[in-house]
């Protein structure tokens, strides 16, 4: 999703000035990793541990844009 707006102003003649924003989402992105780990061996027991690890991010933000414009 994007939605934004501007306007420009002509402050004499040949010139003028502009400002114009932007808001941008091009949403999130989640991941999930996890790892199993074991000890032990052929004459002991075996205990496992488990390693799990999440993460999240949000692709999101604004532009903001200025400018002088001359007309020729």
Known sequence: MTAGGGFE??????????????????GSVNY?????????????????????SQASTRFNGNIVRAGLNWHF
Do not use: H, N, Q, R
Not at 34 to 43: D, N, V
């Open 9 to 26: 102003w002509m402050y004499a003649p040949g010139w003028s000035v502009k400002v114009e924003y932007l808001y941008y989402d091009l």
């Open 32 to 52: 999930s990793a996890g790892s199993a780990i074991g000890t032990g061996g052929p004459l002991f027991d075996v205990t496992t541990f488990t390693i799990a």
